[in-house]
Structures are given as structure tokens and as C-alpha cells.
């Protein structure tokens, strides 16, 4: 296992090989260090802008070689999101080290967690959240499709989509509290009253009864959350959403 020392050393490294690196003009620190709340757990996350005349792709190769070679990654991933490329490494100490890659004309901050190291940024473009209508259609979507594997003897799937209610009903609940709403990094920040209308969402068996329970639990914490979003809407769905709680198994 990685120590916080062995991190902070390793970030240090990276971003002294990009200052050398003529191929990266500005380099930030990303994720929570950027804001000074890491914890044992946290990983590394830098953004790099790679300089005008220098190729994108080539210099993403370099960088990943350069991991492999010299920083213990043993795999690596892409998550690719506009012009943006994360390559997400990780180590054999299981250090996961995420390395953001753009061309100098978009390189700028998409969130608050961003704080430049060296060269310049462009203005901040901050990621707007996920609507709260966004959030109830893919609610109701999972909804749809947990009742119909309950009833067609597709327990492990069912889980799948009772978990997206939850998700989905939890984070309309972080939005309401102005919470983070990415990869449920908000959840454990909502007050325990909220928490606990999810508690019986949990699937704690596959058999009938058991998965009933806990997407009776998902759907009508959703319903709830759909009231306080949306008033109007929650009257055009709500009797829907009922139906299928009410369905026999």
C-alpha cells in the first residue's frame, strides 16, 4: 500500500518532470489536494496543458511510458470528456494517479477543486451539475426496469436498477443541499434524516420479497425527492410510479 508521504513525493516528481517537459505549457493540481483535503485515501490528480505545436496524443503516449517505465503503473484507463483526455493509472501499491490531458486553448478550470501550479489558465468554465429533470427521468427509467427484472426472475440485474434509483434520488438530494453531486461524493455529506430514507433502499437478498422491499424503498424515496424538486411534475408521475410499487412481484 501507498503511504501519503510516497503520494506527495510522487506528485512532486510529476510536476517537476512537467515543468521540464517543453510539451506541457501549465500544469494544476486537481481533486481534493487542491483544496488541502486529502486524507489517507486520496489520489493523485494533475492537469496538464499540453503547449501549442506539440502533439496531444504523442504526448500522452510519452507521459503513459514514462508511468509505466518509472512509477510502478501496472494498467492504465481513458475517460474522455470533451476535449479533455483522463488517463487514469493505476500503481502497484494501488496509488491511483490520474493525469488530465488538453491543448493549451482549453486548458482552464472546470470546477473550484483547481489550483495552477505553473503557467496560465484560461478563464474558468465551471461544469454545471445535473438537472433535477435529468435526474428524475433516468429515477423513473431505472424504476421501470427494476420492477420488470423483479417479475422476470432477474435478480442480479434488478439490483442494478434499484441501485439506480437510489443513486439518482440520493443525488437530487445532494443538489437540494447543495451538495457535490459526481459519483456519490455527496451522499455522506446529506444530514442522517436524509440518509435514512434510503437505508431500506439496500438489497439485501435476491430473492422476490427481499427485492420488493428495497425498490419499494428506492421508489419512494424518489417520489419523495420529485416532490420537492418539482411539484408539477411529481403530479404527472407520481400515480405512475405507484403503479409499478404496487405491481405484484
Known amino acids: ?104 486553448s482549453e486548458f482552464r478550470a472546470l470546477s473550484p477543486t483547481f489550483r495552477l501550479v505553473f503557467g496560465s489558465a484560461n478563464e474558468p468554465r465551471h461544469v454545471a451539475p445535473p438537472s433535477a429533470e435529468s435526474l428524475i427521468g433516468f429515477g423513473w427509467l431505472y424504476a421501470l426496469h427494476a420492477r420488470g427484472c423483479i417479475v422476470r426472475g432477474r435478480p442480479w440485474q434488478a439490483a442494478h436498477m434499484i441501485a439506480g434509483i437510489r443513486d439518482n434520488a440520493m443525488t437530487l438530494a445532494c443538489l437540494r443541499h447543495g451538495l457535490p453531486t459526481a459519483h456519490g461524493r455527496g451522499f455522506d455529506l446529506l444530514p442522517a434524516d436524509e440518509t435514512a430514507r434510503f437505508e431500506d433502499s439496500l438489497v439485501r437478498g435476491l430473492d422476490a420479497a427481499a427485492l420488493s422491499r428495497a425498490f419499494h424503498a428506492a421508489a419512494a424515496g424518489l417520489l419523495e425527492e420529485v416532490r420537492l424538486a418539482d411539484a408539477d411534475l411529481a403530479a404527472r408521475v407520481e400515480s405512475t410510479i405507484r403503479v409499478l410499487m404496487n405491481a405484484p412481484a
Do not use: C, K, N
Not at 513525493?9 to 500544469?27: K, V
Open 1 to 104: 500500500m501507498f503511504t501519503p508521504r510516497d503520494r506527495d513525493l510522487l506528485r512532486s516528481t510529476l510536476l517537476e518532470l512537467a515543468a521540464a517537459d517543453p510539451a506541457i505549457s501549465a500544469a494544476a493540481i486537481t481533486g481534493s489536494a487542491a483544496e488541502g483535503r486529502e486524507d489517507r485515501w486520496s489520489d493523485i490528480d494533475l492537469a496538464f496543458s499540453v503547449a501549442d505545436g506539440a502533439s496531444l496524443s504523442a504526448t500522452i503516449d510519452a507521459w503513459t511510458d514514462r508511468m509505466y517505465a518509472d512509477h510502478l503503473a501496472v494498467h492504465h484507463l481513458d475517460v474522455l470528456a470533451g476535449p479533455w483526455t483522463y488517463r487514469v493509472f493505476l500503481r502497484s501499491d494501488t496509488l491511483q494517479v490520474d493525469l488530465a490531458f488538453v491543448a493549451e
